[in-house]
T-cell receptor
Framework: NAGVTQTPKFQVLKTGQSMTLQCAQD?????MYWYRQDPGMGLRLIYY???????DKGEVPNGYNVSRLNKREFSLRLESAAPSQTSVYFC???????????FGPGTRLTVT | QKEVEQNSGPLSVPEGAIASLNCTYS??????FFWYRQYSGKSPELIMF????GDKEDGRFTAQLNKASQYVSLLIRDSQPSDSATYLC????????????FGRGTSLIVHP
């Protein structure tokens, strides 16, 4: 049981480049989320998906797009990376009860 | 937007002492709260959930909720160096399927 996995673990991009962060969960959870965490800040919700086929904006969606490919996978795309998007990105999933919430290990992204 | 305020710290306590972490919130509609622990460089993990006024104990951890005064706290008894981490407070969503939006958290340092 791998839980929530994220790839890549580290990435360096140049301004204007694009990339997709991958997230997968094997717990059959309906809900999945993408957060970013900047130094000295809490986690801020970028997008979430309450179920397969649906996605909704969170607190800081600008500059990002998401795809809920199937129940297992939820990807985050940066179309044109900017230095302000330098951050640690966490994917998470949640199940039916409050105890069923898990975060992935994070992706550390640097945009130069 | 449900908001919580936490002192970013760091809060420094000696080993064996009681660490007290506090969180105030602005939305009187918030009914229940999560506490998460995040070790440096790691992802958050859920450690406590409290939904009623008063105390909830789990081992060395006690969560306290005071809805009249709009604060929630986490006490860690017999603090250990392994408790050194950032602690995040968050209101639990009411009826939603999403993990909450977080405050910036309080950094706790337990020194030997």
């Amino acid at each position: 049981n791998a839980g929530v996995t994220q790839t890549p673990k580290f990435q360096v991009l140049k301004t204007g480049q694009s990339m997709t962060l991958q997230c997968a969960q094997d717990m059959n959870h309906n809900s999945m989320y993408w957060y970013r965490q900047d130094p000295g800040m809490g986690l801020r919700l970028i997008y979430y998906s309450a179920s397969e086929g649906t996605t909704d904006k969170g607190e800081v969606p600008n500059g990002y797009n998401v795809s809920r490919l199937n129940k297992r996978e939820f990807s985050l795309r940066l179309e044109s990376a900017a230095p302000s998007q330098t951050s640690v990105y966490f994917c998470a999933s949640s199940g039916r009860t409050y105890k069923e919430q898990y975060f992935g290990p994070g992706t550390r992204l640097t945009v130069t | 937007q449900k908001e919580v305020e936490q002192n970013s710290g760091p809060l420094s306590v000696p080993e064996g002492a009681i660490a007290s972490l506090n969180c105030t919130y602005s939305d009187r509609g918030s009914q229940s709260f999560f506490w998460y622990r995040q070790y440096s460089g790691k992802s958050p993990e859920l450690i406590m959930f409290i939904y009623s006024n008063g105390d909830k104990e789990d081992g060395r951890f006690t969560a306290q909720l005071n809805k009249a005064s709009q604060y929630v706290s986490l006490l860690i008894r017999d603090s250990q160096p392994s408790d050194s981490a950032t602690y995040l407070c968050a209101p639990a969503p009411s009826g939603g399927s999403y993990i909450p939006t977080f405050g910036r958290g309080t950094s706790l340092i337990v020194h030997p």
